[in-house]
């Protein structure tokens, strides 16, 4: 029996998905990488208005000294769910938004090597947020910290099924994690134009590819610690059970073997994006490639070796204390190699100070301060001083926001014009910058000094007299006019798609292979495959006058013919859908992934088979159920179909 009598054999509920653009349907059921991106930027950036909000109402209780704004009990909630949304519901998707946007684009392919896995890792990552987040319409959010310490997470000490649901939402999103990391990194090794070796990729899909390999070694980290603790809370196990023969420190040992490379997945891609951004606004190619390339990998190398400096003042004894200070120093190396190539790029460059470009400098200045307050935790001595305190808070809202977000708002800026085909107004733009610069600023270096003076964190409430209020009050004035300038971006938006000043193909006059097509992008995103001969080899179709001076070979790519493209036809030099598409291009012709609704399916079912381990095993059944089916249509389902317009 051929497969295409087998696929019609298979039960549809729902009739299969031809038309590509048509409503929300066609949002349910794409497979289109640009259209994934945009989910998971959309979704991401609600997740931050969430995390917003709940940070809001902490400073807001903490504004002044014995507030009674909200209770200790709420407190702890919005506590834990903030640092949890914040880091797997808001940074890890916005860097996902920008790899499924950008890395087929900058590789000069048509899509990701698996578009429907693509598609099941938006959706589960969706029901994963909802998920991990029902917690507070049944009985309450988890209140154990957004770091799950053990024994705060046994039944005992957490009642109810916050802690149970926020496992069970870090597992299925774990599961979106994997599923995108191993399809960017196939997409990477395999789909690269002809031409690309690794050595002439852009750095954002460098960080992207050091992103991924850590994401896969990284997940099963902290999947296994999670199961752990699943059993010990469903089942009555006792992994972590002192009285019963655990070790709550191991719960320390397995989070952190996965938090720390899990600080490099998220500043990864806004370092990736930074490395783009500054070449473009100083006229200038990237100082240093090789060596960016390599602190980067070196950086995910190392980000293995440092996790126990988080647990200095466990007891580790002076040997392991001494091993982890070597291994913490180090790793602040490749992370100075990138710091000062960056500089170098700047240095005597042609800078354009646009939207863009501030938010990377900003990103710069910022994790700079992180980076070097981090450093200070590298002593164990300096570190039980600075432990539990406002001094650790304030260094990691440097690197995650002032590093990670700054970054992240520098690549929406830049890579806005060619996502819409508009620009985001400069003024606003510029505005929402210097805004979210200060606010930042008076929210978190306050924090270092009223941390070295002693007030603790993760406490709902403080003393008056303790001379903490004024740096307090400080910190929560800080908050809001960051929370103002999340308001600009978003008036920002709305101006700019009321207004839309249309973006040329190339408005910044930029490097790298996405800018040759027009923007927004065509669905199949090139007519022609395009042949890639040097580094920033769009930069040099431009500038063939500065290939010599800028030190690139000028030999063709192995095996390809002087203007040959991958389909076989030749072009005058022009790239994908910018170029004179030969008779048949221009998408026509172009087989491009079918629609699915089965990646949903399988998601939703995925998400049902969680939730019922904490409600009813009936749900689980039904969600298994839903799972089997979905993953029997996409067995069968026809992997691809022509592009509208196509000749057979």
Avoid: C
């Avoid at 994934?36 to 931050?48: D, E, N, R």
């Avoid at 995390?51 to 209780?61: I, K, N, S, T, Y």
């Avoid at 606010?439 to 903490?468: K, Q």
């Avoid at 009936?618 to 089997?628: C, H, K, R, T």
Wanted: aromatic residues 14%; charged residues 10%.
């Amino acid at each position: 029996m051929s497969s295409n009598t087998v696929a019609i054999s298979i039960p549809r509920l729902i009739p299969r998905p031809t038309e590509r653009h048509w409503g929300i349907w066609s949002w349910i059921t794409t497979v289109d990488h640009k259209r994934i991106g945009t989910l998971y930027g959309v979704t991401a950036f609600l997740w931050f208005l969430v995390g917003g909000v709940e940070a809001l109402v902490m400073r807001w209780q903490l504004a002044m000294p014995e507030s009674e704004a909200i209770t200790p009990e709420v407190y702890n909630q919005l506590f834990t769910m903030h640092g949890t949304t914040m880091v797997f519901l808001v940074i890890m998707p916005l860097g996902a938004a920008f790899f499924n946007w950008l890395i087929p684009l900058q590789l000069g392919a048509r899509d990701v090597a698996f578009p429907r896995l693509n598609a099941f890792s938006y959706w589960t990552f969706l029901f994963g947020g909802i998920l991990l987040n029902v917690s507070w319409l049944v009985g309450g959010a988890p209140d154990a910290g957004w770091f799950g310490y053990s024994p705060l997470t046994a039944n005992a000490y957490s009642l109810g099924d916050g802690v149970t649901y926020w496992i069970l939402g870090l597992q299925v999103l774990g599961v979106a994690s994997l599923a995108a990391a191993f399809n960017f990194i196939v997409t990477i090794f395999n789909m690269r134009a002809p031409g690309m070796t690794m050595f002439k990729m852009p750095l954002f899909t460098w960080m992207t590819l050091v992103t991924s390999v850590l994401l896969v070694a990284a997940m099963p980290v902290i999947t296994v610690a999670l199961i752990e603790l699943q059993f010990d809370r469903l089942f009555g196990m006792n992994f972590y059970n002192t009285a019963k023969g655990g070790d709550p420190i191991l719960w320390q040992h397995m989070f952190w073997l996965f938090g720390h490379p899990e600080v490099y997945i998220l500043i990864l891609p806004a370092m990736g994006i930074v490395s783009e951004v500054l070449p473009t606004f100083s006229k200038k190619p990237l100082y240093g490639y090789p060596f960016v390339v390599f602190s980067g990998i070196t950086i995910g190398f190392l980000g293995w070796f440092v996790w126990s400096h988080h647990m200095f003042t466990v007891g580790l004894g002076p040997a392991a204390n001494t091993a982890f200070t070597i291994s913490t120093m180090l790793i602040a190396v490749p992370t100075g190699v990138k710091i000062f190539n960056w500089l170098a790029t700047i240095w005597k460059g042609h800078i354009t100070l646009n939207t863009p470009m501030l938010f990377s400098l900003g990103f710069i200045a910022m994790f700079t301060i992180g980076g070097l307050s981090g450093v200070t935790h590298a002593s164990p001595p300096t570190d039980a001083q600075q432990q539990d305190t406002y001094y650790i808070v304030a260094h990691f809202h440097y690197v995650l926001f002032g590093g990670a977000m700054f970054g992240i708002f520098s690549g929406i800026y830049y890579w806005w014009p060619k996502m819409t085909g508009h620009f985001l107004n400069e003024r606003f733009g510029k505005v929402h910058f210097f805004l979210m610069l200060i606010g930042f600023n008076l929210t978190f270096a306050p924090m270092h000094w009223i941390g070295l003076d002693g007030m603790p964190r993760r406490v709902y409430t403080y003393a008056e007299g303790m001379g903490w209020d004024d740096a307090n009050l400080a910190a929560t004035a800080g908050a809001f006019l960051i929370a103002l300038s999340v308001l600009i971006f978003m008036i920002n938006v709305l101006y700019s798609r009321l207004k839309k000043e249309k973006a040329a193909a190339d408005p910044w006059d930029a490097r790298t292979l996405e800018w040759t097509i027009p923007s927004p992008p065509p669905e199949h995103n090139f007519d022609q495959i395009p042949v890639v001969k040097h580094r920033d080899d769009f930069w040099y179709k431009k500038h063939p006058e500065l290939l010599h001076e800028e030190g690139h070979d000028t030999a063709k790519p192995l095996g390809v013919p002087h203007g040959a493209q991958a389909d076989g036809h030749h072009s005058e030099g022009g790239y994908g859908a910018a170029a004179h598409a030969p008779a048949g291009h221009g998408g026509a012709g172009v087989h491009l992934p079918g629609l699915s609704y089965y990646p949903i399916i399988i998601s939703i079912g995925l998400a049902l088979a969680f939730g019922g381990l904490v409600s009813t095993i009936v749900l689980s059944a039904i969600g298994g159920a839903i799972m089997v089916w979905g993953l029997l249509g996409w067995a069968f389902e026809p992997a691809t179909e022509p592009a509208p317009g196509a000749h057979h």
